[in-house]
């Protein structure tokens, strides 16, 4: 049968996909509406696979926090150009599984990958707008979190984001606060909160790796123990989040802003998602 102008126009209304692709399309099913759609999403699927070994070095990431602060989600979605990180549908679609996300709390990657997302599940979504753009676009990271107050920050080139969980907040007001310490996050890119949260392998590394260092300068056996604790307790002070340097005002740590802010007040924990 003939495929006119207005059969193209409707399918690319209906699934957003070029011209040309809706053409074919409809072509190869013969004007059947619904095999045209299956059509291009088989394509969006070999798209896909084809694209399997590029690297997703762009894209966006999206934070999401309930009104009232106690619940959050984070969600990577990435792509390879950044051209297409600025696409509306590809922002739109990151969205809108960022919402899904936050609405029904999945265990994890898998399972958001599974979620429904008007009629089709999450991957499905995904691969259809491969076939669309043509790129290969992967949710690389998702994390969702609960707490007495978590604060969300996206960095500018919306790349880096971050929350992060504050707790004996006493009733006072401190996005002000959690702000900053979610900008210190992103800045500085802690291990941890404090050196309890640093993995034992880490810090069985650390020493070590002081204790070559110590060697190698020609320092005495019987003191190498201690100046490896030393350089440890320095690795502390530098890489866990209550320990560094306030980037505001390094007369104070980030435990010390804190408890100025409100006394007891401090964090619980923090997710920090980065593309690239």
């Not at 299956?38 to 997703?56: C, I």
């Amino acid at each position: 049968m003939a495929i006119t102008a207005q059969d193209v126009n409707k399918l690319r209304q209906m699934t957003g996909a070029g011209m040309m692709d809706c053409k074919k399309a409809l072509t190869e099913a013969g004007g059947d509406f619904d095999k045209a759609i299956e059509y291009l999403r088989k394509k969006g699927q070999k798209v896909s696979d084809s694209r399997a070994d590029r690297e997703t070095s762009e894209g966006i990431v999206f934070p999401k926090t309930n009104a009232d602060g106690t619940e959050g989600v984070i969600v990577a979605f990435t792509c390879e150009t950044d051209f297409v990180a600025k696409n509306d549908e590809f922002v739109a679609l990151g969205n809108a599984i960022t919402d899904l996300a936050f609405a029904e709390k999945p265990a994890n990657v898998e399972a958001l990958m599974a979620l429904s997302l008007d009629g089709l599940t999450v991957n499905e979504r995904i691969i259809e707008m491969t076939g669309k753009i043509g790129e290969k676009l992967v949710i690389s990271a998702f994390e969702l979190v609960s707490g007495e107050a978590i604060v969300p920050y996206t960095h500018s080139n919306k790349k880096l984001g971050v929350l992060v969980t504050l707790k004996n907040v006493n009733g006072t007001d401190v996005m002000d606060a959690g702000k900053d310490v979610a900008m210190q996050i992103a800045a500085m890119n802690p291990i941890a909160v404090d050196k309890e949260g640093v993995d034992p392998t880490i810090v069985e590394k650390e020493i070590e790796i002081g204790k070559d260092q110590a060697r190698q300068e020609g320092k005495p056996e019987a003191i190498i123990e201690k100046i490896a604790t030393g350089k440890l307790n320095k690795f502390f002070s530098e890489n866990t989040l209550l320990s560094q340097k306030f980037v505001k005002d390094s007369s104070m740590t980030i435990s010390q802003y804190l408890d100025g802010v409100n006394k007891g007040l401090t964090v619980a924990s923090f997710k920090r998602v980065a593309i690239g």
